[in-house]
């Protein structure tokens, strides 16, 4: 595939851990960065590059893939999966942020959102139903229809209802989905914006909050959840986005994240880990009660969250 990149052609190639979805290789000792889109995850993999040329234009801390010797940002295989070749970014890539980056990471966020606030461009949807809780739901009876105690609380909880606010958003707010400069308590670039989408902005801040307090997601017991982290991605959040729009919302946002991705972990789980890499079966059943347990823990806080957001919300945005 590298022949279609004549910078990149021929240079050592290795691959790069880490990811649940893509392959991802580093090229020439880190000079580029090659990668396959999952086509059995991405269902329009041409339409996560058309989406991704889309929203170049609104932001500067994006990577923009190179375009190959014919002209396109990717190329194809013989078994018609989707390449491309990124520069590599210089930057700290972390699975878990140190206090004095939570909230430049919220930031970076936020300031996505003001970036692509008035684009009209229209996004293709990449992947079926993404985002879509009531369609998990379904997939989950019907994979599982024994009752255990997760299956149990997903059939219970009761999901909160976001009002239709079509904006664009990142769709995949994880801490690792930024790069953060060597020296300095600010975020150079965001990566992996393939989930681009439109939808609340709420959830990608409640996906902030669930990946900050997540970690590497694997374990429960990694799960670290405070008022004082919040309030540091709220306040982040609100100053990069200029404000933040609904905060009812975005307190119910993270227990909402959490819970759908849960769900998501235990589907693929029951249907033999067709979705999401793993390293040994067992490990997406980890994951679906790691993001479980967050869904609980983050429900029951949300009435404190929404004390948190309508403070961040009164204050100046300094």
């Known amino acids: 595939m590298l022949a279609h990149w004549p910078d990149a052609a021929g240079l050592e190639i290795r691959p790069l851990p880490g990811g649940h979805v893509n392959r991802t290789f580093s090229v020439g ?3 580029f960065v090659l990668q396959c889109i999952n086509g059995h995850v991405f269902t329009n993999p041409e339409g996560v590059m058309r989406n991704l040329a889309k929203l170049l234009p609104h932001h500067a801390g994006i990577v923009a893939p190179i375009p190959t010797r014919a002209g396109p940002l990717w190329a194809t295989d013989e078994a018609g999966e989707l390449w491309r070749l990124f520069p590599f970014a210089e930057g700290r890539n972390l699975q878990e942020l140190p206090d004095a980056l939570v909230e430049p990471a919220a930031f970076a966020f936020g300031g996505f959102h003001a970036a692509v606030a008035g684009m009209d461009d229209v996004l293709e ?7 879509d809780l009531p369609r998990y739901l379904d997939a989950l009876r019907e994979a599982a229809p024994e009752a255990s105690a997760d299956v149990d609380f997903v059939a219970t909880r009761e999901a909160y209802r976001f009002p239709d606010v079509p904006t664009v958003i990142h769709g995949d707010c994880k ?6 400069h060597p020296g300095e308590p600010r975020v150079t670039h965001l990566i992996d914006l393939d989930t681009a989408m439109r939808g609340h902005p709420a959830w990608d801040f409640g996906d902030l909050v669930r990946s900050v307090a997540s970690g590497a997601e694997e374990a429960a017991s990694a799960l670290h959840v405070s008022l004082e982290t919040f309030e540091r991605v709220a306040r982040g959040f609100a100053r990069g986005a200029g404000g933040i729009v609904d905060p009812k919302a975005f307190a119910a946002a993270p227990g909402h994240m959490s819970f759908m991705l849960g769900v998501r972990f235990l589907t693929d789980h029951c249907t033999g880990d067709r979705y999401f890499r793993v390293a040994h079966r067992g490990q997406n059943l980890e994951r679906a009660r790691s993001q479980l347990d967050a869904a609980r823990r983050f429900d ?4 404190a969250f929404e004390d948190v957001l309508q403070r961040v919300a009164a204050a100046p945005l300094v």
Not at 175 to 180: A, Q, S, T, Y
């Open 300 to 303: 029951a806080l949300e009435a």
């Open 175 to 180: 801490v690792n989905n930024l790069l953060f």
């Open 29 to 31: 000792n880190d000079r």
């Open 125 to 131: 949807p990449v992947i079926d139903g993404f985002h």
